[in-house]
């Protein structure tokens, strides 16, 4: 709605120049018969409304406004002061009625129009609506993006359309309207016209980046890769030193065999600061799955996440902790789970996979540590307690480990493999202890459970 623009200069007149509004009505006027007591009693009880609506004492306002009307039913704008309050209260059929008087007394005036059109829309109401609009464009050409919205509310989409073209016409393009215009072919499926649309905009801006860049996107969500990828040439040509175009430039070079460049270009996205992290994260997933399966490339990777490596983005840390991990390189991976986890210290997963390098790296004092402090937030959980024992049997403080390892049984549920882990290292930590009976104790436990599942 567009009278927000207008409502206070409207206000204003109202209030401080009402002679100006009541053409009939000479309230400064010296009476001269009981009419002047009428107008009086009138105008004090139209500012009464005035001020109870201030206040939000709407139903007040009301009892004041239709007194004003038993009084002088002549004044339109007693008719649209009641319809607004009608309106606040959600009384919408006497909003309407009310309105409408006004709108009769004066068919001309906007305002009046306006908050009719407020009551069609807040009933969903798009026919009734979509003719009062039509009469409030005549005075503001605002008011046909509101048409163009009730065209699409009301699945008339050809008129939503054809108003959305004259207006990109006459004022340029804007997000809200695209956004609009996409909603409406997504709703119709009419890629085609979608497409068609944006080839002319690049026709007729052609210096114009974000045009180019919706082009493709659309080119490649309807499987046209060559447009797309020519598209996105053609946009390289125009402006060599575009970044966004390399987030669609560099699956073209993967996919046109052409690695070196594929590589330049994800070097390009990932050090852009016009680039969103969530998608240097998409394209630094696709960089590491390369990389995987041409390792003559993971210096490049190195360079790319060395210098642009987002330090608050716990998904990037985890994707490259993933793929050191999966080449087996289980220092670096570490290093990476690490920075995750300081990033997001209640990632459990990260802190599983922490401790268990640290254990198949024999770093037993930092497991021992680290698991001791995850039990004072996971206090249930055994796999905390299994690798705590884990390492206190490595470094001979075998004691310490059957204490823990016990504790840690009662919190084992449904998992029979780690309740093997933990006999098993029971087991150990009773031998070490020069403890025969225990130890076979547990011991024929584990190989009986590992027998039955």
């Given at each position: 709605m567009k009278k927000q623009i207008y409502i206070l200069i409207f206000f204003f007149g109202m209030i401080f120049t009402p002679q100006a509004i009541y053409a009939q009505v000479d309230f400064n006027k010296t009476p001269d018969d009981d009419l002047g007591d009428v107008e009086d009693r009138t105008q004090e009880l139209?500012?009464?409304?005035?001020?109870?609506?201030?206040?939000?004492?709407?139903?007040r306002a009301v009892t004041a406004l239709l007194q004003c009307v038993e009084l002088d039913k002549s004044q339109s704008v007693f008719y649209y002061e009641l319809g607004k309050n009608y309106n606040l209260l959600?009384?919408?059929?006497?909003?309407?009625d009310a309105l409408k008087k006004a709108v009769k007394a004066e068919p001309e005036n906007e305002w009046y129009l306006d908050e009719l059109y407020e009551v069609y829309a807040q009933q969903n109401d798009y026919d009734k609506a979509i003719k009062t609009v039509k009469q409030l464009v005549k005075y503001h050409p605002d008011y046909k993006e509101d048409l163009?919205?009730?065209?699409?509310?009301?699945?008339?989409?050809?008129e939503a359309l054809e108003i959305l073209d004259e207006l990109d016409k006459e004022q340029g393009i804007t997000p809200s309207r695209d956004l609009m215009r996409n909603q409406i072919y997504?709703?119709?499926?009419?890629?085609?016209?979608?497409?068609?649309?944006?080839?002319?905009?690049?026709?007729?801006?052609?210096?114009?980046?974000?045009?180019?860049?919706?082009?493709?996107?659309?080119?490649?969500?309807?499987?046209?890769?060559?447009?797309?990828?020519?598209?996105?040439?053609k946009l390289l040509e125009l402006k060599p030193n575009s970044q966004l175009v390399h987030l669609a430039l560099y699956k073209f070079y993967l996919e046109d065999n052409n690695p070196e460049q594929a590589i330049a270009s994800m070097k390009i996205v990932m050090q852009s600061p016009q680039i969103k992290p969530e998608a240097k994260m998409m394209v630094l997933t696709d960089f590491v799955k390369f990389v995987a399966e041409n390792p003559q490339y993971e210096q490049d990777l190195v360079e790319a996440t060395?210098?642009?490596?987002?330090?608050?983005?716990?998904?990037?840390?985890?994707?490259?902790?993933?793929?050191?991990?999966?080449?087996?390189?289980?220092?670096?991976?570490?290093?990476?789970?690490?920075?995750?986890?300081?990033?997001?210290?209640?990632?459990?997963t990260v802190l599983k996979n922490v401790l268990l390098l640290e254990?198949?790296?024999?770093?037993?004092?930092?497991?021992?540590?680290?698991?001791?402090?995850?039990?004072?937030?996971?206090?249930?959980?055994?796999l905390l307690y299994?690798?705590?024992g884990v390492a206190l049997n490595k470094l001979n403080k075998s004691k310490q480990a059957v204490d823990v390892l016990e504790t840690g049984l009662d919190y084992i549920i449904d998992d029979p493999k780690m309740e093997v882990d933990f006999y098993k290292q029971l087991s150990l930590a009773y031998t070490l202890l020069n403890n025969?009976?225990?130890?076979?104790?547990?011991?024929?436990?584990?190989?009986?459970?590992?027998?039955?599942?």
């Open positions: 139209f500012f009464e409304a005035i001020k109870q609506k201030g206040i939000e004492n709407y139903d959600k009384n919408f059929g006497a909003a309407e163009a919205m009730l065209y699409f509310k009301s699945k008339d989409y050809n997504a709703a119709t499926g009419r890629k085609k016209d979608q497409i068609e649309n944006l080839e002319e905009r690049v026709v007729d801006h052609p210096d114009e980046e974000s045009n180019y860049l919706a082009l493709i996107f659309r080119y490649s969500e309807n499987n046209d890769k060559v447009k797309a990828y020519e598209t996105a040439k060395s210098f642009t490596l987002d330090d608050t983005n716990e998904k990037s840390q985890i994707e490259l902790a993933q793929y050191y991990l999966a080449k087996g390189d289980k220092p670096k991976a570490l290093e990476y789970f690490n920075e995750a986890l300081k990033i997001d210290s209640d990632n459990f254990i198949d790296l024999e770093h037993y004092n930092e497991a021992i540590t680290k698991s001791e402090t995850a039990l004072l937030k996971y206090p249930s959980q055994p299994l690798v705590n025969t009976t225990k130890a076979n104790t547990f011991s024929d436990k584990a190989k009986q459970l590992e027998l039955t599942n």
